[in-house]
């Protein structure tokens, strides 16, 4: 079993959508998980960190469950913006500082 | 706020040849992070150090990948000698220890090819 998997996508949605990604991963002991939001040919850049149960900020939900291992995020009311991909990090859970990133969610939103 | 610098941004060279990509982390952290990203592959972690040390370099594919950090603000990550199967993004990232040193800052990260 990979250690992080994403499904890769992509999803096309329309403005205004609710759109949800799935993300599992292997690691029992991973304590932290990150979403990353990768535009084209752009870095990866830090959108939501979870350390509990879940997060929240604005549109974004990110979800988490532990005893499935998986993480998800929900984005409500989509914007042509949001198009990019969304790397799924789980933390290592050793006090390895170097994080597994998923290979990504490709998200489209279109007008 | 000045971010994770790298250069060069592009770099195109021919298989054979010597390629050096040099990063400078944000001021302060001191974690830094080397990452190669493929289509094939994904986001892939080289090697990473901590106050200058490296830590772990398990990621590094062979003998033709070595990086350096002779200090705090600069690191390099050179291929010698390359191949076009080296042709990849290449990222740098850092982080600071003192909020778990989980969070980290990307570079724009520099776009080699080699033919």
């Known amino acids: 079993r990979k250690e992080v998997e994403q499904d890769p996508g992509p999803f096309n949605v329309p403005e205004g959508a609710t759109v949800a990604f799935n993300c599992t991963y292997s690691?029992?002991?991973?304590?932290?998980f990150f979403w990353y939001r990768q535009d084209c040919r752009k870095e990866p850049k830090l959108l939501m960190s979870?350390?509990?149960s879940g997060n929240e900020d604005g549109r974004f939900t990110a979800q988490l469950n532990r005893a499935s291992q998986y993480i998800s995020l929900l984005i409500r009311d989509s914007k042509l913006s949001d198009s990019a991909t969304y790397l799924c990090?789980?933390?290592?859970?050793?006090?390895?500082?170097?994080?597994?990133f998923g290979s990504g969610t490709r998200l489209q939103v279109q007008p | 706020d000045a971010g994770v610098i790298q250069s060069p941004r592009h770099e195109v060279t021919e298989m054979g040849q010597e390629v050096t990509l040099r990063c400078k982390p944000i001021?302060?952290?001191?974690?830094l992070f080397w990452y190669r990203q493929t289509m094939m592959r994904g986001l892939e972690l080289l090697i990473y150090?901590?106050?200058?040390?490296?830590?772990?370099d398990s990621g590094m594919p062979e003998d033709r990948f070595s990086a350096k950090m002779p200090n705090a603000s600069f690191s390099t990550l050179k291929i010698q000698p390359s191949e076009p199967r080296d042709s990849a993004v290449y990222f740098c990232?850092?982080?600071?220890?003192?909020?778990?040193?989980?969070?980290?800052?990307f570079g724009p990260g520099t776009r080699l090819l080699v033919l």
């Open positions: 990090v789980p933390s290592s859970g050793t006090g390895r500082r170097a994080l597994t």
């Open positions: 979870v350390y509990s």
């Open positions: 690691n029992s002991a991973s304590q932290s």
């Open positions: 150090f901590n106050n200058n040390v490296p830590i772990d």
């Open positions: 001021s302060g952290h001191d974690y």
């Open positions: 990232a850092s982080s600071a220890g003192q909020d778990g040193g989980e969070t980290q800052y």
